[in-house]
């Protein structure tokens, strides 16, 4: 039986990855802050499901994550799926930062401590939901977008390490337009996509040990043109 952790499966994304691995037979260990998200899960699925409340902006994630891969007995896969995204209108410091301590800081710690666990290992798949957000920056949310930037150009190195290595690590990349989730509420948005539908495109990119992917995959056209667009049409929109 494969061994996975997912950082963020009390909701949304992270919640529908929990039941496609459950249907393909992972053990799982699962992390959140609220009790109320997954314990129906866990009530029917036991066996094969460990959970763990905590904060990861104040308690060391890499302990927390150490005592769940010891239960489980091994680790194959990891998903970072936890995530602050209620930033618009820039809210001022004390929020960003406090968002910056999960998106940023907890996201360091946990990259990093798979990284490690993994090339220790000699192999492990370690995969992070960063955001389209993070190919340029935006007025409206400046902190997110700049997380996100941090994490997908983290990503990138780590990537580069691992084909250094030379061993069978795998770092995937995945960069979700909008999804409808519970970050998602009250925002502007176009070409939605379901948190079931995510989560399944999600999962084939996992399979496939995929580098990278945009969710939906049609967000890949919006991910050139934000590339291609010249900075002097950025600072007017
Ligand atoms: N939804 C979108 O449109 C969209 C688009 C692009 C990228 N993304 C990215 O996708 C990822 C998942 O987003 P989502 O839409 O599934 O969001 P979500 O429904 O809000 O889920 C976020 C998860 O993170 C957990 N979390 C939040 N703060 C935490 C903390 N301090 N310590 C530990 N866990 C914490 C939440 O736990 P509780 O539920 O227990 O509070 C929840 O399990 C995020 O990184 C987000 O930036 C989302």
Redesign the pocket.
């Known amino acids: 039986m494969k061994k996975a952790i997912i950082?963020?499966?009390?909701?949304?994304?992270?919640?529908e990855l929990v039941k496609l691995l459950i249907d393909n037979d992972y053990k799982l260990g699962l992390?959140?802050?609220?009790?109320n998200?997954i314990e129906e899960l866990r009530q029917n699925n036991q066996k094969q499901l460990e959970v763990r409340?905590?904060?990861?902006?104040?308690e060391s994630s890499a302990e927390r994550i150490t005592e769940l891969v010891a239960s489980l007995g091994g680790l194959d896969l990891l998903i970072?799926?936890?995530?602050?995204?209620h930033l618009n209108g820039n809210p001022g410091f004390e929020v960003e930062n406090h968002a910056n301590?999960?998106?940023v800081m907890?996201f360091t710690e946990i990259a990093d401590w798979s990284y490690r666990f993994f090339e220790k290992q000699g192999k492990g798949h370690f995969v992070?939901?960063?955001?389209?957000?993070g190919l340029r920056g935006y007025r409206v949310s400046p902190a997110?977008h700049a997380a996100?930037s941090y994490q997908i150009r983290y990503l990138e190195a780590l990537k580069q390490k691992a084909y250094r290595s030379g061993k069978s690590i795998c770092i995937t990349d995945?960069?979700?337009?909008?999804?409808?989730?519970?970050?998602?509420v009250g925002?502007k948005?176009f070409w939605?996509t379901s948190?079931e539908k995510a989560a399944e495109q999600i999962f084939r990119l996992i399979k496939r040990k995929k580098g990278m992917g945009y969710?939906s995959r049609r967000w890949q056209i919006i991910a050139i043109i934000m590339k291609l667009l010249p900075r002097w049409i950025h600072r007017r929109i």
Request: glycine letters at 14%; one cysteine or more.
């Open positions: 950082i963020g499966a009390t909701s949304g994304i992270g919640k992390t959140g802050l609220h009790t998200g409340y905590f904060d990861c902006t104040k970072f799926s936890a995530g602050i995204g301590k999960l998106n907890a992070a939901i960063s955001s389209i957000a997110y996100k995945i960069r979700p337009g909008f999804v409808e989730t519970e970050m998602s925002k948005q939605v948190k969710i």
